[in-house]
């Protein structure tokens, strides 16, 4: 009996401490985009991508906007698509969470893959599209960027949410995460530089691409 009631207070603590959690609203979200309806949707697509080399490569093709269990999707997806390294990932997305952006870029460059803003047709050949905001970061993983004629990259200031805090000093944090990131990827400061200084999307040049290092293809050879 008394090890009925202690495992029954357990349960009740443990019951009230996943109340609370899911309560919150950041929780909720998170829940229904990992489990409910992902923000993400994602289609295999082979015969993707030709390397310099001249060898084909499969892709993953993922759309839509990076929502708060993004980053775990991600992985699911990857797992599920057996990418290797040099496979492609293809971005079509107007952002979404930073965070979740941010792990989807370093999932990414753990795994070797190339990066490219696209969409696959109806017969799996890859369109341009756009991938703005936080997509950026996630394209920035890419240990290749392709830049795919007539596809589109966009920045603009982002803004951080505090409960509590100091939205000032949460800014300057997150800040200083991405200029860290980006440099890790290969990125110039400039994007970011860029994407302070608008709070409307700017879309990036061809030359701005390459110039910052955004892009490190810039002759497309994907599709």
Same mark, same amino acid.
């Given at each position: 009996?008394?090890?009925?009631?202690?495992?029954?207070? &357990?349960?009740?603590?443990?019951?009230?401490?996943?109340?609370?959690?899911?309560?919150?609203?950041?929780?909720?979200?998170?829940?229904?985009?990992? /489990?409910?309806?992902?923000?993400?949707?994602?289609?295999?697509?082979?015969?993707?991508?030709?390397?310099?080399?001249?060898? *084909?490569?499969?892709?993953?093709?993922?759309?839509? %906007?990076?929502?708060?269990?993004?980053?775990?999707?991600?992985?699911?997806?990857?797992?599920?698509?057996?990418?290797?390294?040099?496979?492609?990932?293809?971005? $079509?997305?107007?952002?979404?969470?930073?965070?979740?952006? *941010? &792990?989807?870029?370093?999932?990414?460059?753990?795994?070797? *893959?190339?990066?490219?803003?696209?969409?696959?047709?109806? $017969?799996?050949? &890859?369109?341009?599209?756009?991938?703005?905001?936080?997509?950026?970061?996630? /394209?920035?993983?890419?240990?290749?960027?392709?830049?795919?004629?007539?596809?589109?990259?966009?920045?603009?200031?982002?803004?951080?949410?505090?409960?509590?805090?100091?939205?000032?000093?949460?800014?300057?944090?997150?800040?200083?995460?991405?200029?860290?990131?980006?440099?890790?990827?290969?990125?110039?400061?400039?994007?970011?530089?860029?994407?302070?200084?608008?709070?409307? &999307?700017?879309? *990036?040049?061809? %030359?701005?691409?390459?110039?910052?290092?955004?892009?490190?293809?810039?002759?497309?050879?994907?599709?």
């Amino acid at each position: 009996m008394g090890s009925f009631a202690i495992l029954a207070v &357990i349960l009740f603590s443990y019951g009230v401490s996943a109340y609370r959690d899911l309560s919150r609203p950041e929780a909720w979200a998170y829940w229904r985009d990992l /489990y409910f309806s992902p923000g993400l949707t994602s289609t295999i697509v082979s015969d993707a991508y030709t390397d310099s080399a001249g060898h *084909l490569h499969p892709g993953l093709a993922v759309s839509g %906007k990076i929502g708060a269990a993004a980053a775990s999707w991600f992985r699911d997806r990857i797992e599920e698509a057996h990418l290797s390294p040099g496979d492609a990932v293809f971005l $079509s997305s107007p952002g979404g969470y930073i965070d979740q952006a *941010l &792990i989807i870029g370093e999932v990414i460059r753990s795994k070797g *893959l190339v990066t490219a803003v696209g969409v696959p047709d109806s $017969s799996g050949h &890859i369109k341009p599209s756009y991938c703005a905001s936080a997509c950026v970061f996630a /394209y920035a993983g890419g240990t290749v960027r392709i830049g795919i004629p007539g596809s589109k990259l966009g920045v603009h200031r982002f803004t951080t949410t505090s409960t509590g805090g100091d939205p000032v000093a949460d800014t300057q944090r997150t800040t200083g995460i991405v200029l860290g990131y980006m440099t890790k990827m290969g990125v110039s400061s400039a994007v970011v530089e860029a994407m302070s200084a608008t709070n409307d &999307i700017h879309w *990036l040049s061809a %030359k701005e691409t390459t110039e910052t290092g955004l892009v490190t293809d810039p002759l497309g050879s994907g599709g």
